[in-house]
């Protein structure tokens, strides 16, 4: 790894028979890593913002997981394979231990990963996910990867787009990168990961948590801050904060205050 230098390089790691697009940014070898892992039907660049503000004081690693951006999209996945490629990525870049971030299908990716991995994950900041698929959740997701086969990954992106942003924020061209990356987005790794987030539990995975944990909800994402205020309950110690005029996304909404809280976030834990 070469320290010293704030420069974005791309890489690309095989995990098996798949191949990892990450972004690292690495400062020094001191300097604590940022593990950022994206949403669903997103890539990397999400976290754009969120690089930008932390970049200078940490090292970062931003990758794509698997079935989106410049990742490969086998045609079945498992939270097995997406936690086991943050330990591949981990591995690759001598990362030690890392503060991971997770958005949406980030968040039972970190917490499948956390568990099977102690050591590895020295805090967590976890936003618009949950630790287990809703009852109604494998009915839900069939209709998408239904909807996704029938019409094309344009339809899918366009409902989606519309359900997690606020209509304002749309007609202002805030969404657009992101629909069209969603647009773009190879309808077999859609179907994969939409297929992974039919049937999963990580309720004890999250109840075992002893490292440091921030919930991030954006207030307008349905019913996702109850949501994750029952997983603040579940996780010891963990706190929720509700990101004010955000969906589903908030990191991109309303990425000062996301940031802000990431940054409230890690202040405490390096002055725990």
């Known amino acids: 790894m070469n320290y010293g230098v704030i420069k974005v390089m791309q890489h690309f790691v095989e995990v098996g028979l798949c191949r990892i697009s990450a972004n690292v940014s690495a400062l020094r070898p001191d300097a604590?890593?940022?593990?950022?892992?994206?949403?669903?039907?997103?890539?990397?660049?999400?976290?754009?913002?969120?690089?930008?503000?932390?970049?200078?004081?940490?090292?970062?690693?931003?990758?794509?997981?698997?079935?989106?951006?410049?990742?490969?999209a086998p045609a079945k996945v498992s939270f097995a394979d997406l936690s086991g490629d943050v330990l591949a990525l981990l591995d690759h870049f001598d990362i030690a231990s890392c503060i991971y971030v997770g958005?949406?299908?980030?968040?039972?990716t970190g917490l499948n990963f956390a568990a099977g991995n102690p050591g590895r994950v020295t805090a967590m900041i976890l936003s618009d996910g949950q630790m287990a698929?809703?009852?109604?959740?494998?009915?839900?997701?069939?209709?998408?990867?239904?909807?996704a086969r029938?019409?094309?990954?344009?339809?899918?992106?366009?409902?989606?787009?519309?359900?997690?942003?606020?209509?304002?924020?749309?007609?202002?061209?805030?969404?657009?990168t992101l629909r069209q990356a969603a647009a773009e987005m190879q309808v077999d790794g859609y179907c994969a990961c939409a297929a992974a987030l039919q049937d999963y539990d990580f309720t004890t995975a999250a109840a075992g948590l002893t490292v440091p944990v921030q919930l991030l909800a954006g207030a307008n994402d349905g019913a996702m801050p109850t949501v994750m205020a029952a997983m603040a309950e579940t996780i010891r110690g963990a706190?929720?904060?509700?990101?004010?005029?955000?969906?589903?996304?908030?990191?991109?909404?309303?990425?000062?205050?996301?940031?802000?809280?990431?940054?409230?976030?890690?202040?405490?834990?390096?002055?725990?």
């Open 32 to 72: 604590p890593w940022l593990v950022f892992s994206n949403s669903l039907m997103t890539d990397h660049t999400i976290w754009a913002a969120q690089q930008a503000h932390f970049a200078g004081r940490y090292n970062i690693l931003a990758y794509d997981q698997r079935g989106h951006g410049r990742s490969d």
């Open 103 to 108: 958005l949406s299908m980030g968040v039972p």
């Open 133 to 147: 698929t809703q009852p109604s959740g494998r009915q839900t997701w069939q209709a998408r990867i239904d909807l």
């Open 150 to 176: 029938a019409e094309g990954m344009a339809h899918v992106a366009d409902d989606t787009v519309a359900r997690w942003f606020d209509p304002a924020f749309i007609a202002s061209g805030g969404a657009e």
């Open 239 to 272: 706190s929720l904060s509700v990101i004010e005029g955000a969906g589903h996304i908030p990191n991109v909404e309303k990425p000062e205050a996301f940031n802000r809280a990431m940054e409230t976030f890690l202040t405490f834990i390096t002055k725990s």
